[in-house]
Nanobody
Framework: QVQLVESGGGSAQAGGSLQLSCAAS????????MGWFRQAPGKEREGVAA???????TYADSVKGRFTISQDNAKNTLYLQLNSLRPEDTAMYYC??????????????????WGQGTQVTVSS
């Protein structure tokens, strides 16, 4: 059973930066895909970025060039660097994982392990 624990959320002003972390435990196999999703109040959960066990990355168009996903396999930790933040980035951010190297399509129904979420709030 994979366990995922996010940290690093908080508040930032527009144009600022935050870094999210997700500590993973319970799964040491390969291949896999790990991703970040977000959900704003009244909106559906949407995929933000994902990275495979072979380090292939994929991003939502809305965050390309601003967010960077990475992983540290030695620490079993997934990261999301959020730069040039916008108020519309405000949401609860979730870490997720699935078995298999294919991260696309980046939809929540394809991921079967989830963290509890961390809040990101961006003010204008």
């Amino acid at each position: 059973q994979v366990q995922l624990v996010e940290s690093g959320g908080g508040s930032a002003q527009a144009g600022g930066s935050l870094q999210l972390s997700c500590a993973a435990s319970g799964y040491t196999g390969s291949p896999y895909c790990m991703g970040w999703f977000r959900q704003a109040p009244g909106k559906e959960r949407e995929g933000v970025a994902a990275i495979s066990s072979e380090d292939f990355t994929t991003y939502a168009d809305s965050v390309k060039g601003r967010f960077t996903i990475s992983q540290d396999n030695a620490k079993n930790t997934l990261y999301l660097q959020l730069n040039s933040l916008r108020p519309e980035d405000t949401a609860m951010y979730y870490c997720a994982a699935r078995v298999g190297r294919l991260c696309r399509p980046l939809t929540s129904d394809r991921f079967n392990a989830w963290g509890q979420g961390t809040q990101v709030t961006v003010s204008s």
